[in-house]
């Protein structure tokens, strides 16, 4: 089992920066994809950003430029740092781990981030 925590969202203006985390514990082999996921009021859940402990990076083209996805191995600890946030990256963020060569996906509780003036 693996088990995640999220935290680092809030209330914040447009313009405004955020950084999330999200620190795994458990059985965590030492090759895993995590990823940062978003789910906006009344849509479906998106992928944000992920990072392999490879250090392979991906983003979705609409935060490219203004987030950063990173992690400490050391520690199971992924990071997004969010910058020049507007309304719509307003949304729950989850964080998701997944084993190589396992079927299984983790997911944290969420954490919610809301970008308003």
């Known amino acids: 089992q693996v088990q995640l925590v999220e935290s680092g969202g809030g209330l914040v203006q447009p313009g405004g920066s955020l950084r999330l985390s999200c620190a795994a514990s458990?059985?965590?082999?030492?090759?895993?994809?995590m990823g940062w996921y978003r789910q906006p009021p009344g849509k479906a859940r998106e992928l944000v950003a992920s990072?392999?402990?490879?250090?392979?990076?991906t983003y979705r083209d609409s935060v490219k430029g203004r987030f950063t996805i990173s992690r400490d191995n050391a520690k199971n600890t992924v990071y997004l740092q969010m910058n020049s946030l507007k309304p719509e990256d307003t949304a729950l963020y989850y964080c998701?781990?997944?084993?190589?060569?396992?079927?299984?996906?983790?997911w944290g509780q969420g954490t919610q981030v809301t970008v308003s003036s």
């Open positions: 998701l781990l997944k084993n190589f060569g396992r079927s299984q996906d983790y």
């Open positions: 458990g059985s965590i082999f030492s090759g895993n994809f």
């Open positions: 990072i392999t402990s490879y250090g392979s990076t």
